[in-house]
Nanobody, 116 residues
Framework: QVQLVESGGGLVQPGGSLRLSCAAS????????VGWYRQAPGKQRELVAS???????NYADSVKGRFTISRDNAENTMYLQMNSLKPEDTAVYYC??????????WGQGTLVTVSS
């Protein structure tokens, strides 16, 4: 089993930025499509960004142009740069490998709160 550890969340004002990180216990990012999910209070978990093995990136319409996903294969870490944050971005953010859906057990996630 692979352990996923997310970090970098916090409280930020609308319009602000945060950079989330995801570390895995094994070297999995370079050989898989990986992504960031989020779950807002009272809502289902949704995929917001993904990056394929060859570096193709996809984003949910709600974050397109504001969020950037990246991956450091050498460090076995992936990132989500979030700019121009909105209150509706408030959620717990999770990372995972994607094979038809999330592959591994969820980590604890990292809470992002966008509020003035």
């Amino acid at each position: 089993q692979v352990q996923l550890v997310e970090s970098g969340g916090g409280l930020v004002q609308p319009g602000g930025s945060l950079r989330l990180s995801c570390a895995a216990s094994r070297s999995i990012f370079r050989i898989n499509t990986v992504g960031w999910y989020r779950q807002a209070p009272g809502k289902q978990r949704e995929l917001v960004a993904s990056i394929s093995i060859v570096g193709n990136k996809n984003y949910a319409d709600s974050v397109k142009g504001r969020f950037t996903i990246s991956r450091d294969n050498a460090e076995n870490t992936m990132y989500l740069q979030m700019n121009s944050l909105k209150p509706e971005d408030t959620a717990v953010y999770y990372c995972n490998v994607i094979r038809g859906g999330p592959l591994y057990a969820w980590g604890q996630g990292t809470l992002v709160t966008v509020s003035s």
